[in-house]
């Protein structure tokens, strides 16, 4: 199959990603690994890390994971947090969902793991629910990012933590080059291989090119009435975490 992704108008944007994740589900971790050469692992570690969910059981907390597919980044919050570390993922695409759900389940943690499907531009939750809302690899797809900034400042309790992961501007020089060279060819060619078709890729590695850079997304999430915005880079900026505060 061939989705035609170029003649798409950013208004039918939905439909095709879900579409690319539907396809790639079951096969979604195996290509994160393959594609980023085993780095997303350590940036997601990175960014549990820095949220630094609370070992102490006193009191609760509760995280939204959105677009949180498979589960990696909740997995990782609640394996680190104790026993009063909660979260939910919650995903556009209910084949995302259900991998997710076996995964929780064979690990032994569907009682702090929940998955419940939504859109990051309308969140079926209510107003201050959350101590923490994370977003990895997933803001990119959606098509309106300033709907689901507002709704995460909506969902986030004062004092919440906002988090997001994605990837953003390379700034160094020659890593660059051999980012491009390596985004537009290889990554393609192994989405072929393993799945069978190139160009879901080849819509991902477009979509990280029309993601705004560091500073651009910085203002969009000030925009959105968080506080405290700052971001750090990981690999010379392949990837990136942006973080503010629901004050
Ligand atoms: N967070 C996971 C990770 O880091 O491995 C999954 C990231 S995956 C690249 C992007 C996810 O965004 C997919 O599971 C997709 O279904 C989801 N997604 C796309 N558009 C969405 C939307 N509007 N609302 C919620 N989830 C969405």
């Known amino acids: 199959t061939s989705f035609g992704f170029r003649k798409v108008a950013s208004g039918e ?54 677009a949180g597919g498979t589960g990696d980044i909740a997995t990782r919050i609640v394996e680190r947090g104790g026993k009063a570390t909660s979260a939910v993922v919650c995903d556009i695409n209910g084949s995302m969902l259900e991998v997710g759900k076996a995964r929780a389940a064979k690990a032994g943690l569907g009682d702090r793991l929940s998955f419940v499907e ?54 160094v020089a020659g890593l660059d080059r051999v980012y491009d060279f390596f985004s537009f060819n290889a990554i393609p060619v192994m ?31 000030r925009e959105a009435g968080f506080s405290r915005v700052s971001y750090r880079n990981y690999s010379g900026g392949i990837a990136c975490l942006h973080s503010g505060w629901a004050i």
């Open 13 to 66: 944007k939905q439909p095709l990603v879900n579409e690319v994740f539907h396809q790639v589900a079951d096969r979604y971790d195996l290509m994160n690994d393959l594609m980023s050469g085993g780095l997303h692992r350590l940036w997601k570690d990175a960014m549990v890390s820095s949220l630094a969910p609370p070992r102490a059981d006193r009191r609760a907390f509760r995280v939204l994971d959105v």
């Open 118 to 171: 939504g859109n990051a531009e309308d969140l079926p939750f209510p107003d201050r629910s959350f101590d923490a809302y994370t977003i990895a690899f997933g803001i990119r797809n959606v098509p309106r990012i300033d709907k689901a900034l507002s709704e995460a400042r909506r969902v986030l309790k004062r004092g919440g933590r906002f988090m997001c992961l994605e990837f953003s501007q390379v700034d």
């Open 191 to 221: 989405g072929r291989m393993v799945t069978g078709d190139g160009e879901p890729y080849r819509y991902l590695v477009e979509s990280i090119r029309k993601f705004p850079n560091q500073e651009r997304f910085a203002d969009m999430i």
